[in-house]
Nanobody
Framework: VQLQASGGGLVQAGGSLRLSCAGS????????VGWFRRAPGKEREFVAV????????SYEDPVKGRFTISRDNAKNTVYLQMNFLKPEDTAVYYC???????????????????WGQGTLVTVSS
């Protein structure tokens, strides 16, 4: 399984970005996908996760109501729509998936087996 994250960039506070995670390989559409981020000087943290069929979603508290995770299995792509961005959202964003099939996903970084390369989001004040 290979993942390619894209869509990052520079945006002003209050603006929006949509990140994409394109997956390839066996059974991508049957795997949960999570988004994580690493801010400068901090450890990587969970952002959001979507189950293999899109039916279950979970978010970290700071992004609830502002970020929306979704997926299009016909395109093998998972999205992270980020609205009302804040300077503290500045980070490298990573998508990840697990070996398990038909899984709802996890908020724990160590439970993910495959990672994309990351895409940088910079929010200016």
């Amino acid at each position: 399984v290979q993942l390619q994250a894209s869509g990052g960039g520079l945006v002003q506070a209050g603006g929006s970005l949509r990140l994409s995670c394109a997956g390839s390989g066996r059974d991508f559409g049957s795997r949960a996908v999570g988004w994580f981020r690493r801010a400068p000087g901090k450890e990587r943290e969970f952002v959001a996760v979507v189950s293999w069929n899109g039916g279950i979603k979970s978010y970290e508290d700071p992004v609830k109501g502002r970020f929306t995770i979704s997926r299009d299995n016909a395109k093998n792509t998972v999205y992270l729509q980020m609205n009302f961005l804040k300077p503290e959202d500045t980070a490298v964003y990573y998508c990840a998936t697990r070996r398990l099939i038909a899984d709802w996903g996890s908020e724990e970084e160590l439970k993910y087996d495959y990672w994309g390369q990351g895409t940088l989001v910079t929010v200016s004040s």
